[in-house]
């Protein structure tokens, strides 16, 4: 059974650009990704790319 997964991501411009996972976290509600997201844009989360550019993915996994 395929189950919807989120993944908050930052964009990331060097070396390659694209989307990568902020913490490796995969939340199971697109609420708990909307809670990081807003720890994030309210700079209480770690930027790893420091774009500060989020997005919330959204995705199908086998569960």
Known sequence: MKVRRFIL????????PGWRGVDGTVRNTNEEAEALLKEFKEGRGYSPYGTNEFRIEEFMENS
């Open 9 to 16: 991501q930052e964009y990331d411009n060097r070396p390659v």
